[in-house]
């Protein structure tokens, strides 16, 4: 497996489940595509009936969503460049499957929160977009 490969593959896991901080109006810790999700509804809602207020929430959900996805861009960069030089090539392979297993195991816990779901409480992957 290539290097590139390699790291749009973390990048996509660290994407759809590493829990970044956020604030829009409340604050809370959720994955990228989670703020993703929610920038594409505030854009719509800004689309079709405008104002200031949807503009500033478009506005601050989008930039960061962009920066948290960036932030796990570098992520997955930093953790190519020590899979590559500290594991041996034979080994590279299951370091990046066990990564990504882990990863989502991980998101099986409670580990997101936001006040927009559950009212705050700890909620896992599934119960975040379920």
Known sequence: MSVKTTRRILWLALVVVLPVPYWVMESGRVPSLWLLELTGFALAMLMTEGGMVPQIVSGLFAGQ???????CWLVAWLATRVLYSAV????????????????FVSSLLRIYATPLVSGGSPVNLIELFA
């Open 88 to 103: 041996p090539p034979e080994w590279q392979k299951r370091g990046v499957l066990a990564a990504v297993v882990l990863l």
């Open 65 to 71: 969503a962009l920066l948290s996805v960036g932030a």
